[in-house]
């Protein structure tokens, strides 16, 4: 039974059969780990991350992958709406104003537009699956999902294998 990063190792050493790989298998599943993050969107991936920001823009979760919304209680619109950095350069150029409708991520920053002076957000965001190692030996995929780990580690291994 797969509970942790260990019992993982364990049995896929068990199904690969070759000693010449036990080394390897903790790479495996960094690497499906890496895909699956390419990959997947599901529920257990969305985090919330909320705060109050005293200036245009805020720094994105580090996990993040993706955004799913964001909300900005000075916006007098339920979320906003993302543009392109073009397009926030643009708007910028171009003076825009009244309240705050969109936003961009820029170098793991969130810049909003129009700026507002100061404000409460709330970012509804798709986090990284948290990698598992000798410290972290559990995540909630392997917890829902031990076969999908085993697969795609075994996947990655497979690559190697054929060569």
Do not use: C
Not at 38 to 65: G, H
Not at 116 to 130: H, R, V
Request: proline fraction near 4%; glycine fraction near 4%.
């Amino acid at each position: 039974m797969i509970t942790s990063y260990a019992t993982l190792q364990s049995e896929a050493a068990s199904w690969l059969n070759r000693d010449d790989l036990t080394d390897q298998i903790k790479t495996f599943a960094q690497m499906f780990e890496a895909k699956a993050n390419r990959i997947l969107r599901v529920q257990s991936m969305i985090q919330t991350a909320s705060d109050t920001a005293v200036a245009e823009s805020f720094v994105a979760p580090e996990d993040l992958l993706a955004t799913d919304l964001l909300h900005v209680d000075a916006a007098r619109v339920p979320f906003l709406d993302y543009i392109s950095p073009r397009e926030y350069f643009e708007n910028k150029v171009a003076g825009i104003t009244g309240p705050t409708r969109f936003y961009t991520i820029i170098g793991g920053t969130f810049r909003l537009q129009p700026a507002p002076t100061s404000f409460a957000y709330e970012l509804l965001y798709f986090a990284k699956i948290a990698a598992l190692s000798d410290a972290n030996t559990t995540n909630w995929l392997l917890m829902k999902s031990p076969d999908l780990y085993l697969y795609g580690t075994l996947a990655e291994a497979e690559l190697v294998i054929r060569r």
